[in-house]
């Protein structure tokens, strides 16, 4: 299991134990920013989170139909949909800041 912290304006929220797809957790959290609104099936982009550089080679490359929404959504660098981002060990301590609309 793997600690996450998400970085919001209201401030960070922290999960131990973290287990499924980051926006998952971040429903259950009731992370403030995270909407989902189309549950996670990629393709509303209201679950966009933003990774540090040095998390980035952790994770697996966007496939197709998300790098196809960041681009339409013109989503900055380092800017992933949570839905797509299975938590592993490997991300243990890993912070991801939640882009405020319009930020990205």
Do not use: H
């Not at 912290?5 to 929220?13: E, I, M, P, Q, R």
């Amino acid at each position: 299991m793997a600690k996450i912290t998400f970085k919001t304006n209201a401030g960070d929220v922290v999960v131990e134990n973290a287990s499924g797809n980051l926006m998952e957790i971040a429903t259950y959290e009731s992370v403030e920013g995270i909407d989902a609104d189309c549950g996670g099936v990629c393709s509303c982009a209201t679950c966009m989170v933003r990774v540090p550089p040095e998390w980035r080679e952790k994770l697996n490359p966007p496939e197709e139909s998300e790098a196809d929404l960041l681009d339409i959504e013109e989503a900055g660098e380092g800017v992933r949909l949570s839905c797509q981002i299975e938590v592993t060990e490997a991300m243990d301590g890993m912070v991801v800041e939640i882009p405020q609309r319009g930020e990205s």
